[in-house]
């Protein structure tokens, strides 16, 4: 486990599980994925409302 970027391997060899997060990271990790989700499912939802206000043309 690397427990700081700078200690990474060049050349990207690094996964995001060779890196330890702190609890507060980890949190905002989630929070960020949880928004992700939350406005691509906006996106379907304006999509699907555009399609049926313009007759799915």
């Known amino acids: 486990m690397i427990d700081n970027?700078?200690?990474a391997p060049a050349g990207g060899d690094?996964?995001?599980?060779d890196v330890e997060l702190t609890e507060a990271q980890a949190r905002?990790?989630?929070e960020f994925d949880l928004r992700?989700?939350?406005?691509?499912?906006?996106?379907?939802d304006l999509e699907e409302a555009l399609l049926e206000l313009t007759g799915g043309e």
């Open 5 to 7: 970027l700078a200690d």
């Open 28 to 30: 905002a990790v989630r």
């Open 36 to 44: 992700c989700d939350t406005l691509a499912d906006l996106d379907d």
């Open 14 to 17: 690094a996964t995001p599980a």
